[in-house]
């Protein structure tokens, strides 16, 4: 049975940051992708960030985080991480991380202005 629990979230300012962390139990992460998912009041659901590959350095990342948000992995650790950093109001959701049709409950994040 595949797991994901995301953590991290929280409340923060802008421009702040947070590093959100989902860990993976009854799959490897090491040779699948996993992907992190937001829900917004303003766009629905978003694909905000993928990572694939042994290495971790196959990632690809919405116009709208490029250059603020990371996304890392730990194959020892079967988790992978969301660094969100220069974060706006906008990024306010609950992010997810996803593995093939398996989704987390989500993490709250909220960004005040």
């Known amino acids: 049975q595949v797991q994901l629990v995301e953590s991290g979230g929280g409340e923060v300012p802008a421009g702040g940051s947070l590093r959100l962390s989902c860990v993976v139990s009854g799959v490897s992460i090491r040779r699948d992708t996993v992907d992190w998912y937001r829900q917004t009041p303003v766009k629905q659901r978003e694909l905000v960030a993928v990572?694939?590959?042994?290495?971790?350095?196959?990632?690809h990342y919405a116009d709208s985080v490029r250059g603020r948000f990371t996304v890392s992995k730990d194959n020892s650790a079967n988790t992978a991480y969301l660094e969100m950093t220069n974060l706006i109001p906008e990024d306010t959701g609950v992010y997810y991380c996803?593995?093939?049709?398996?989704w987390g409950r989500g993490t709250q994040v909220t960004v005040s202005s």
């Open positions: 990572i694939g590959g042994i290495t971790g350095f196959d990632t």
């Open positions: 996803v593995m093939g049709k398996d």
